[in-house]
Every structure is written in C-alpha cells, then in structure tokens.
Antibody, heavy 127, light 106 residues
Framework: QPQLQESGPGLAKPSETLSLICTVS??????????WGWIRQPPGKGLEWIGS???????YYNPSLRSRVTISVDTSKNQISLKLSSVTAADTAVYYC???????????????????WGQGTLVTVSS | DIQMTQSPSTLSASVGDRVTITCRAS??????LAWYQQKPGKAPKLMIY???SLESGVPSRFSGSGSGTEFTLTISSLQPDDFATYYC????????FGQGTKVEIK
C-alpha cells in the first residue's frame, strides 16, 4: 500500500487561501489507474469530498466548493496540492488526501472509493 | 446531488453482539457504495466496496449488503477493536458520505 502524507500550515486567516500538499510514496501520482483526492472533516463532524484529480489534469470538484478550490499535481515531486481560497471558520477541518480508486463497469471506467488515506492535517481558520 | 443518510447515529452494543448499520441513498446508486471505519484521531479505513465486497485484510465478521437505495453493514460478532465510527460513501454520482454511525460500548 502506498503512503500519503499531508503537510502545510495549521493556521489560516479568514479570507486568505489555504494551501496543502500531499506527498505520495510507494505509488506514482502519474499512475493511469488512480485519481488522487482530497476529503475534509470538520472537528466532531462527518466527511466531505472536496475534489479529485487525474495526473493528466482532469479534475472533479465538489459543486459546493468548486468556485474556491484548485487541485493540481506535481509529477516530478510525486505530490498533489490543494488550494482553497477565501476561507472562513467553516473551513476549519482535518484535511485528508487519499488515492481514488477506479473500477470498470459495462466497458467504461469510473472512480469509486478512497484507499488508502493520509493521516490528515488539521487546519484552523482564525484571525 | 445524492444524499446519504445513516441510522442510527449512535449504537450502543456489547462484545459479541450482532450489529447492523443502515445507509439510505436519496436516489438509486445501484451497488456503488463503500463503507469505512474511523477511530478517534485516525484516518478512515476502507472496509467494503461495491456494497458487499470485503477489502483485503478486513475480518470476515464484517459484511455488506443492499442495492438501489438501501444498504446495510453488519458485524456478526462485535469485537473490542470494532468500536469506532462507520461511514458509508456513494460513488454513483460524484462522491458523498453519510453522516456516520458511532458504535460505542454498552
């Protein structure tokens, strides 16, 4: 199983941009078998998918966050990055990166579950 | 968007109990459902995918069933390591999670 490790500032100020990096080891972000995703979890609450990206640049974003989210990949560093702009206290959460696993059905390929996950990193939005 | 609703939100049970968690989708998702286990301070762990396929290494006391809009996760004989929060996730249309079910010690 690959290992994923999130990193970045643990504190962001309201209205600024939150930036995180996920470093992947034991697999390649250029693999044509996987997307790479970000999921977040506010303290004491449930999980929310943020977005997923294929190494070629194809991305899917949660419609509720689309206007503020950018996910990109750096194949030379085997990293995926997340940028979330105009943050508020509601964006305070543990942010996870995860490998987004594909599956085939009726001759087409789709993107399904997340496995494995990084350990997560807490980002607090506060002035 | 597809909403996922889990019940109950909290479940109190004893070691050895048979435990069932329900996940309902707001529209049909065929069998495109996964289950995760999360322990405090840890990342979620994949347990089941495609509604009933057990992830490698997951104990056989875990099982999943259902299709369409109603799904269940069953633990046949609850073990001390199973006390955790469980989430369902649909992948029929985008990707959304249920709100979680906490399995606690009775």
């Amino acid at each position: 199983q690959p290992q994923l490790q999130e990193s970045g500032p643990g504190l962001a100020k309201p209205s600024e941009t939150l930036s995180l990096i996920c470093t992947v080891s034991g697999d390649s972000v250029s693999s044509n078998s996987y997307y790479w995703g970000w999921i977040r979890q506010p303290p004491g609450k449930g999980l929310e998918w943020i977005g997923s990206m294929y190494y070629s640049g194809t991305t899917y974003y949660n419609p509720s966050l689309r206007s503020r989210v950018t996910i990109s990949v750096d194949t030379s560093k085997n990293q995926i990055s997340l940028k979330l702009s105009s943050v508020t206290a509601a964006d305070t959460a543990v942010y996870y990166c995860a490998r987004h696993v594909g599956y085939s059905d009726s001759g087409s390929y789709y993107w399904g579950w997340f496995d494995p996950w990084g350990q997560g990193t807490l980002v607090t939005v506060s002035s | 968007d597809i909403q996922m609703t889990q019940s109950p939100s909290t479940l109190s049970a004893s070691v050895g109990d048979r435990v069932t968690i329900t996940c309902r989708a707001s529209q049909s998702i065929s069998s495109w459902l996964a289950w995760y286990q999360q322990k405090p301070g840890k990342a979620p762990k994949l347990m089941i995918y495609k509604a009933s396929s057990l992830e490698s290494g997951v104990p056989s006391r875990f099982s999943g069933s259902g299709s369409g809009t109603e799904f269940t996760l069953t633990i046949s004989s609850l073990q001390p390591d199973d006390f955790a929060t469980y989430y369902c996730q649909q992948y029929n249309d985008y990707w959304t999670f249920g709100q979680g079910t906490k399995v606690e010690i009775k």
